[in-house]
């Protein structure tokens, strides 16, 4: 059974970056044809999908925040990570890893992190 | 404000059913058939309870059922429980990307 775990600073200052980890266990990030991606639930507002990152590296990102995401991943930990730079307190968010396949849906989640930006 | 609509909130008695609608566009709904429901208690991460419009995971209950119309997605509700109270989101794919409703609270009388 796959579980996945994001990690991170709770508290972020404005400006600053945004810089969350997701540990996967059970299952490799380097195999296909599954998906690694990050969804944020902002107060109020409801999902939104920020991007993924596929086998070897490749990545698609939400335009609406392409400018600020870079989603990368270290194999040899088995892990992906998010950084969004610039934040205000509009990405003051619970943020989620999740795993999607060739269904196109997200069937695995982790538990979600908060973060809070805030001076 | 979400991509995809949804109403806020729909609510029924025990035993009836109820269903949410997610309306999109050509450029997602419409054009894929890609479209999952998603079941959020409070707290908790969300959870998959429909895949490619109408397809269930294993695991799910017959009594959530999924269709599409059009620009128009819909989860169906029926013999409601008490443990069916949740937000219910609806995703699409859209190409090269996922755009989500704002989510839907279901309140069981």
């Known amino acids: 059974q796959v579980q996945l775990q994001e990690s991170g600073p709770g508290l972020v200052k404005p400006s600053q970056t945004l810089a969350l980890t997701c540990t996967v266990s059970?299952?490799?990030?380097?195999?296909?044809?599954?998906?690694w991606s990050w969804i944020r639930q902002t107060a109020g507002k409801g999902l939104e999908w920020i991007g993924r990152?596929?086998?070897?590296?490749?990545?698609i990102y939400n335009p609406s925040l392409k400018s600020r995401v870079t989603i990368s991943e270290d194999t040899s930990k088995n892990q992906f990570s998010l950084r969004l730079t610039s934040v205000t307190a509009a990405d003051t968010a619970i943020y989620y890893c999740?795993?999607?396949?060739?269904?196109?849906?997200?069937?695995?989640w982790g538990q979600g992190s908060l973060v809070t930006v805030s001076s | 404000q979400s991509v995809l609509t949804q109403p806020a909130s729909v609510s029924g008695s025990p035993g009836q059913s109820i269903t949410i609608s997610c309306t999109g566009t050509?450029?997602?709904?419409?054009?894929?058939?890609?479209v999952s429901w998603y079941q959020q208690h409070p707290g908790k991460a969300p959870r998959l309870i429909i895949y490619?419009?109408?397809k269930r995971p294993s695991g799910i209950s017959d009594r959530f059922s999924g269709s599409k119309s059009g620009n128009t997605a819909s989860l169906t509700i029926s013999g409601l429980q008490d443990e069916d109270e949740a937000v219910y989101s609806c995703?699409?794919?859209?190409?090269?990307?996922?755009?989500f409703g704002g989510g839907t609270r279901v309140t069981v009388l």
């Open positions: 999740a795993r999607g396949g060739s269904t196109l849906s997200f069937f695995h």
């Open positions: 995703c699409s794919h859209a190409g090269s990307h996922w755009v």
């Open positions: 990152i596929y086998i070897g590296g490749s990545t």
């Open positions: 059970g299952g490799s990030i380097s195999s296909g044809p599954h998906h």
């Open positions: 490619e419009v109408s």
């Open positions: 050509s450029s997602d709904v419409g054009n894929y058939n890609f």
